[in-house]
């Protein structure tokens, strides 16, 4: 019922209930990737060395965020030193401002942590995701009942991102694996694997798609 003209669609933010309405082939994904301020990352420090086992730079946008720091300022499961927070009270949208993070600093702080921990924004499809698997840091996903796979393409769920049922669980299952050298550097890398497939999988659906509607017109 649609002008082919406006095909395809490309959304930046996934939505499972616009794919199952105009098919995955016309409704494409566009996975977010890091900001365009984000420096780019070529040497990636092994998760053994990493003097955090997590970082989390955030502003207090809803509840699952205050979950997410009130469970770990609170854990006794990781040495406080270990874990760097820096929590602004709400979101602001002019940037720099008092509470503001620059990009240097934050990716330094990343690249030094073991975990990311990836609360939602607009969309669990953020930016932060993107910007720990390129830092070398394993994202860590609420699943929240049913909404993470609701709101993540399927093939996240096959990577070595760390999904955890709760923020609550997330304190020791970080360390459970920061006690496992072998098995943390084993996912490391294989998620920065996943990550290098995955981004050329989507280029190569881009580019096929793409080709295609050149040879319709």
């Known amino acids: 019922m649609l002008p082919p ?3 395809p669609w490309f959304r930046q933010y996934f939505d499972p209930k616009q794919q199952a309405a105009f098919g995955s082939e016309t409704a494409m994904f566009m996975p977010l990737g890091s900001r365009v301020e984000f420096p780019n990352i070529t040497t990636i420090k092994p998760a053994s060395e990493r003097t955090y086992v997590f970082s989390l730079m955030i502003a207090m946008t809803d509840n699952s965020r205050r979950k997410l720091v009130e469970t770990l ?3 006794a499961l990781i040495p406080k030193e270990r874990g760097f927070m820096h929590v602004a009270e ?3 949208p002019e940037v720099p401002n008092a509470e503001y993070v620059p990009p240097e600093k934050y990716a330094e702080i990343m690249q030094d942590s073991v975990f990311t921990p990836c609360p939602k924004g607009r969309s669990l499809d953020t930016f932060r995701l993107y910007e720990s698997i390129e830092s070398g840091s394993i994202p860590v996903i609420e699943l929240a009942g049913g909404y993470a796979r ?11 991102i760390l999904f955890v049922e709760t923020w609550e669980a997330a304190p020791a299952m970080m360390m459970e694996l920061v006690k496992d050298t072998g098995a943390l550097i084993d996912r490391q ?3 920065k694997e996943w990550y290098n497939g995955f981004m050329k999988k989507v280029v190569g659906r ?3 798609l793409l080709e295609a509607r050149r040879a319709m017109s």
């Open 5 to 7: 003209t406006i095909r």
């Open 73 to 75: 300022k609170n854990t």
């Open 90 to 92: 709400q979101w602001h």
């Open 150 to 160: 609701q709101h993540l393409p399927a093939e996240y769920f096959d990577s070595p």
């Open 189 to 191: 890398k294989k998620l």
């Open 206 to 208: 881009l580019e096929a």
